[in-house]
């Protein structure tokens, strides 16, 4: 799949569960309506996101629309304090580089910089 038809999907799936939790849970409390965002809507808005990290503004714009109309149900509001998506990939992209870097050999990795930084 195009990363560009991978964005089109996860806007369609999240749009389909974003709606069917609208008509749901349109009278639960704030805290329930948290929890059903950060369980099902924000996983589909990052799910390998790293991958296929837009760039386009478009894209970017599109996918902050879903999230603030999920926001704006979750929390009764238009903004929430919560990371915005852009920051939540950044994240996402810094860890898995992480991880990648260390690899197998973190212990030994972590112990030749101390070595060095000891002599």
Not at 36 to 56: F, H, K, N, Q
Not at 58 to 73: D, Y
Request: hydrophobic letters at 45%.
């Amino acid at each position: 799949m195009h990363w560009a038809e991978h964005v089109i999907y996860t806007l369609r799936k999240t749009c389909k569960a974003l709606h069917v939790i609208l008509l749901t849970l349109k009278k639960g409390n704030k805290s329930r309506k948290r929890l059903v965002y950060t369980v099902l809507v924000g996983p589909l808005l990052e799910c390998r996101a790293i991958c296929w990290d837009p760039y386009r503004e478009g894209q970017i714009s599109a996918l902050n629309r879903v999230r603030k109309k999920a926001v704006k149900f979750a929390n009764n509001i238009n903004e929430s304090g919560w990371e915005t998506l852009a920051q939540r990939r950044l994240r996402a992209r810094i860890c898995a580089l992480f991880k990648a870097y260390i690899g197998g050999r973190a212990w030994n990795a972590i112990w030749d910089k101390l070595l060095n930084h000891a002599t």
